[in-house]
């Protein structure tokens, strides 16, 4: 069983920036592929980033340029840095790990970006 936590959502006005944050065990972080999805209001689920263990990262072109995907070794943490929100980034934030052949998941985490 893959157990991470994920955090940082809230709400925020416009132009501010949130960073949100997915841990994991070492053992498994060191394995594994992250990537963030968000499912907006009335919206199918959305590939937002992704970071492989190869180090290769990947954005979606909603991002923008205004979202970073950042791996920690030491905290055994993805984050997802935020900047520059805008009210259409509202949605429940995803993390989901990819861990030997099997993807993961988080509960999700939600940002309301305000006008």
């Known amino acids: 069983q893959v157990q991470f936590v994920e955090s940082g959502g809230g709400s925020v006005q416009r132009g501010e920036s949130l960073r949100l944050s997915c841990t994991s065990s070492?053992?498994?972080?060191?394995?594994?592929?992250f990537s963030w999805h968000r499912q907006r209001p009335e919206k199918e689920r959305e590939f937002v980033a992704q970071?492989?263990?190869?180090?290769?990262?990947y954005y979606a072109a909603v991002t923008e340029g205004r979202f970073t995907v950042t791996r920690d070794d030491s905290e055994s943490t993805a984050y997802l840095l935020m900047e520059n929100l805008k009210p259409e980034d509202t949605a429940v934030y995803y993390c989901?790990?990819?861990?030997?052949?099997?993807?993961?998941w988080g509960k999700g985490t939600r940002v309301t970006v305000s006008s």
């Open positions: 989901g790990i990819t861990y030997a052949g099997e993807h993961y």
């Open positions: 070492e053992s498994i972080f060191r394995l594994s592929t």
């Open positions: 970071s492989s263990t190869n180090g290769e990262i």
